[in-house]
């Protein structure tokens, strides 16, 4: 597979400001309990495991011995993070009745 490595760092350096703007939203949701503090802890970790990827891409650094561990962990977060949306909207929607 060709990596465009122009590309890739293109996407880091996203990340890298998507993480910057998640971390500010968290510190700025002002308790721990709320939708906004909650959903950008999540962004702030997802973003944090796209660096390793971006950098393995690029050849800086190399999990192909741990790739399968990788998308098992993957996996079971989707699966959380889907439980928890869900289970804060069927919240949301009970308290408007």
């Given at each position: 597979m060709d990596v465009i490595v122009p590309a890739e760092?293109?996407?880091l350096f996203g990340v890298l400001i998507a993480l910057f703007l998640f971390l500010?939203?968290?510190?700025?949701?002002g308790?721990?309990?709320?939708?906004?503090?909650?959903?950008?802890?999540?962004l702030s970790v997802w973003s944090l495991s796209e660096i390793p990827r971006v950098l393995?891409?690029?050849g800086v650094i190399n999990l192909s011995s741990i790739s399968l561990y990788g998308m098992m962990i993957h996996t079971v977060s989707m699966?959380?993070?889907?439980?928890f949306i869900t289970y804060r909207f069927s919240r949301?929607?009970?308290?408007?009745?």
């Open positions: 760092v293109g996407i500010r939203m968290a510190i700025s949701a308790t721990v309990k709320s939708l906004q503090f909650q959903l950008a802890a999540f393995d891409s690029i699966v959380l993070f889907a439980f949301f929607v009970m308290t408007k009745k």
